[in-house]
T-cell receptor, first 114, second 115 residues
Framework: DGGITQSPKYLFRKEGQNVTLSCEQN?????MYWYRQDPGQGLRLIYY???????QKGDIAEGYSVSREKKESFPLTVTSAQKNPTAFYLC?????????????FGPGTRLTVL | GNSVTQMEGPVTLSEEAFLTINCTYT??????LFWYVQYPGEGLQLLLK?????DKGSNKGFEATYRKETTSFHLEKGSVQVSDSAVYFC??????????????FGSGTRLLVRP
């Protein structure tokens, strides 16, 4: 089955630690995205990548980093510089960045800072 | 800039009641419009979409019509079920040619359907 997988489902981090969230897709999509969701709020874009080896900052990129070395993978690192990292993180992909292609979402990773 | 405004929840209905969740948007040109649904603890699933004015998206009994004149994309369902309980997000995507490819989301509306 084609889809997007995210791991782990739950992640706990101590203050001052960096953590990396995994996102993998087997849909052969060119574009991938990371969103953050806080309680009672909509999703906000952290980073997006339109093609391998290229990515752009979204609205709230500070304290986060990404890489796109392979088409199917777009890991997100939450660094110690992110002041309030506790949130639900969603990865998405679309066939290509432009046009009318809808985005498909993974099941999410819930990150809690202890 | 582009933005989406949804009615605040929670919306509580009895089973088989009629559902309307209001969504209005601000955007230049003709954005694409989407409704996503999120069940507890899960990611978002695309429910329906419309890409041009007067288009009607529909899926699983839900419908929404792209109204350019009122900049609205209200979600409706004639008879809700307990299993429809979830959070619903309205979203827009800037039209082709806009360098921002992101989805812009409303804040979400929680629907609770009672048996």
């Amino acid at each position: 089955d084609g889809g997007i997988t995210q791991s782990p489902k739950y992640l706990f981090r101590k203050e001052g630690q960096n953590v990396t969230l995994s996102c993998e897709q087997n849909l052969n999509h060119d574009a991938m995205y990371w969103y953050r969701q806080d309680p009672g709020q909509g999703l906000r874009l952290i980073y997006y990548s339109q093609i391998v080896n290229d990515f752009q900052k979204g609205d709230i990129a500070e304290g986060y980093s990404v890489s796109r070395e392979k088409k199917e993978s777009f890991p997100l690192t939450v660094t110690s510089a992110q002041k309030n990292p506790t949130a639900f993180y969603l990865c998405a992909s679309s066939r290509e960045a432009g046009g009318y292609n809808e985005q498909f979402f993974g099941p999410g990773t819930r990150l809690t800072v202890l | 800039g582009n933005s989406v405004t949804q009615m605040e929840g929670p919306v509580t209905l009895s089973e088989e009641a009629f559902l309307t969740i209001n969504c209005t948007y601000t955007a230049t040109g003709y954005p694409s419009l989407f409704w996503y649904v999120q069940y507890p603890g899960e990611g978002l699933q695309l429910l329906l979409k419309a890409t041009k004015a007067d288009d009607k998206g529909s899926n699983k009994g839900f419908e929404a019509t792209y109204r350019k004149e009122t900049t609205s994309f209200h979600l409706e369902k004639g008879s809700v079920q307990v299993s429809d309980s979830a959070v619903y997000f309205c979203a827009l995507r800037a039209p082709p040619g806009d360098s921002s490819y992101k989805l812009i989301f409303g804040s979400g509306t929680r629907l609770l359907v009672r048996p």
